[in-house]
């Protein structure tokens, strides 16, 4: 069943809290306050805390619906900030005498406001920006305006691409270009020549090491990006012929994301700072060594290199890609080069939230049985209550094949006409109750066996989100990615529930059966029953990077509401940013419809209903303005 056994002592805020674990992956940005409501806390747990019910109330009443996605400036800055100090602490205590350099990759999450964001805030601390296409390097020229952050130009680049830089370059900016492919040097050679600017070079390589985990494909050997040392060699070899090895500046490599494993960080650090020190002993000034992304983010909250978290903080971080570097390097005696490194999912993940309401909850309820079969009962759903009287704690896995197969036997009765739809609804009420009783008694046992386990998914309640998960979680759906979910109200009480969650597409795929867990992930959710007249918010967390812009447009669901948050150190806060979601009619544009003519022919077939005297012209008019109002209406369930 999907109530779980409620133990005597009555439930605390600390339960739900420790249930979902919001401490531990949290990062201090989030808590449970005494009223069982989830609280933003922006400057960390002992500063002002913000509850999520309170702006769900305030985003209703500037007219924007759920689903919203919730965005907190303050917590993109203070991932900046910590970045950039955990960096300059292990430089300091380490000793080490180049500088830390942040970038932010603007694939990770492309809205103007981020990036303005990071640009501003950022400036401070020299923070840039890395590029991968030519509108990502107009976006960034354009909110960038400090001359010591790099701006650094990865991805394929023709001859518009290296202009674009040239130009930035002229302007004053630090652009790089990352050489990824042996034949985009010849492009930058003409190019610079012709405008007369000596570029500044790096070259991507690709390490033998290949780190562990879901997204680390794009590194190692086999990489589809990168040089190969006989590359590389190539690349100094025609520098040199040109008389432009002064312009090699800046070495690159990319593990891959979310690197959970710390040791691989270390061993590409190494790899990296041998490539580097080759490219010097060439003869090129160089002065920068970039890591490329990877810094994890610990979104199940289990601090190990399980693949949806990390085995290290980021100041182990920092402080072993320093050490790392220096202990290469000084072995060769080289100056220590700036360190860049492209953290993107780190700097981005914590500062928005997904906001959805709950609409409706379906329930395996126990069902009705008959206490006597008629004589014509078909002989598998007599052998099915047969197993529902047998079983017993050793018999689970024996009951549940026996039904399995009962129950499809009904099915295929059924489907060549033997068998009647009632007799067939009987075999299925039975089938669900010898469920039902298994996913009971299995709780009693030490070991589940493994058939069992899927059980506690079909018995599980289901939660209907107000939301897609194409369009606002498309991780979850293509990588199967965890994102720590739950509800952000009613802490104080037991989630006597257990469910799954899906959205609003109707698509098989448009579900959530894993969560995270501590001890790896979980297949249900501990969730509270719905009440009457009261809506029930549930918040998916770390949501900043790669979601925003993956998300697709299936079954038209557009973008959802996004609402930023800035909050004062007194604990006041300024909604600072609103953007309305897509109408109806937006996503019908997006794929070439046109509302007007949509409205168009619309009218002329209400008219003709007129001429033919099946509607009156009220009626026309009333017909109308339903479509219209559809049309301008939010794509997701308006109450
Ligand atoms: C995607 C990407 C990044 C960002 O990686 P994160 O793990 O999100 O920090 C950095 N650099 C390059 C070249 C990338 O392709």
């Not at 747990?45 to 924007?64: A, C, N, Q, S, T």
């Not at 867990?517 to 009457?532: A, F, S, V, W």
Request: contains cysteine; negative net charge; aromatic residues 10%.
């Amino acid at each position: 069943m999907s109530t779980f056994s409620s133990s005597l002592h009555p439930w605390r805020v600390e339960d739900s809290a420790e249930l979902y674990g919001v401490h531990s992956w949290g990062a201090g940005y989030f808590d449970v306050s005494d009223k069982g409501e989830v609280v933003i806390c922006p400057y960390g747990p002992k500063g002002p805390k913000v509850p999520i019910p309170e702006l769900i109330d305030g985003i209703k009443e500037r007219g924007y619906n759920m689903p919203c996605l919730l965005r907190c400036e303050n917590i993109l800055d203070s991932q900046i900030a910590s970045l950039h100090e955990s960096f300059n602490k292990a430089i300091k205590s380490l000793g080490y005498k180049g500088s830390y350099r942040g970038v932010f990759p603007i694939k990770v999450n492309q809205q103007q406001q981020v990036i303005e964001e990071i640009a501003d805030f950022g400036s401070r601390y020299h923070h840039g920006l890395e590029v991968g296409s030519k509108g990502e390097l107009i976006a960034a020229v354009a909110h960038m305006s400090d001359r010591e952050a790099c701006v650094i130009c990865n991805g394929y680049k023709d001859g518009e691409f290296i202009d674009l830089g040239l130009q930035a370059q002229r302007l004053g900016l630090n652009v790089f270009f990352v050489i990824e492919m042996p034949g985009e040097l010849e492009t930058i050679i003409q190019r610079s020549k012709v405008l007369d600017i000596r570029p500044k070079l790096g070259v991507r390589c690709k390490l033998s090491m290949r780190a562990s985990g879901h997204w680390a494909e794009s590194g190692g050997e086999r990489s589809v990006f990168g040089l190969s040392p006989a590359e590389v060699v190539d690349i100094i070899d025609r520098l040199k012929a040109v008389d432009m090895l002064d312009c090699l500046r800046l070495l690159h490599y990319h593990l891959g994301s979310q690197i959970s494993n710390i040791r691989d960080i270390r061993l590409g650090a190494m790899e990296g700072a041998r490539f580097y020190a080759g490219l010097v002993e060439e003869g090129a000034p160089m002065g920068y060594l970039d890591l490329g992304g990877g810094l994890a983010v610990d979104y199940d909250g289990s601090h190990t290199n399980y693949f949806s978290s990390r085995n290290y903080t980021m100041d182990e971080y920092s402080a072993d890609i320093v050490e790392a570097i220096m202990a290469t390097l000084d072995e060769d005696g080289i100056k220590h080069p700036h360190i860049v490194t492209e953290s993107g999912r780190a700097t981005v993940a914590y500062y928005s939230l997904l906001l959805f309401n709950v609409l409706d909850v379906s329930r395996l309820e126990p069902m009705q049985l008959p206490e006597k079969l008629d004589d014509d009962t078909p002989q598998p759903v007599v052998n099915l209550r047969e197993v529902l009287a047998s079983i017993t704690p050793r018999s689970l896995q024996e009951c549940y094949n026996d039904a399995v197969y009962y129950r499809d036997e009904m099915r295929q009765l059924f489907a060549t006409g033997a068998v009647n739809l009632r007799q067939r609804c009987l075999s299925e009420r039975f089938f669900w109750t010898i469920l039902m009783r298994i996913a009971e008694e299995k709780e009693h046992l030490k070991t589940i066996p493994r058939d069992l386990h899927d059980i506690d998914v079909n018995t599980a309640d289901i939660y209907y989100g107000n939301f897609s998960i194409f369009q606002s979680l498309p991780d979850s759906w293509a990588i199967d990615q965890l994102f720590p979910i739950m509800p952000v109200h009613r802490l104080q009480e037991r989630p006597e529930r257990r469910g799954i969650i899906s959205d609003i597409t109707c698509d098989s795929d448009g579900q959530i059966n894993h969560f995270i867990d501590q001890l790896g992930n979980k297949r249900t959710l501990e969730l509270h029953p719905l009440k009457d007249g009261e809506e029930y918010y549930l918040g998916v967390f770390l949501v900043g990077a790669y979601q925003e812009t993956l998300g697709d447009l299936h079954n038209l669901m557009g973008d959802n509401n996004v609402v930023s948050i800035r909050v004062e150190e007194d604990g006041s806060y300024e909604f600072v940013r609103e953007q309305e979601g897509d109408t109806v009619a937006d996503v019908l544009s997006y794929v070439e419809y046109e509302p007007r003519r949509i409205m168009e022919s619309l009218r002329s077939m209400a008219e003709r209903a007129v001429r033919e005297g099946r509607i009156t012209p009220s009626q026309r008019f009333a017909f109308l303005q339903v479509f219209e109002d559809g049309l301008r209406g939010y794509t997701y369930f308006e109450r």
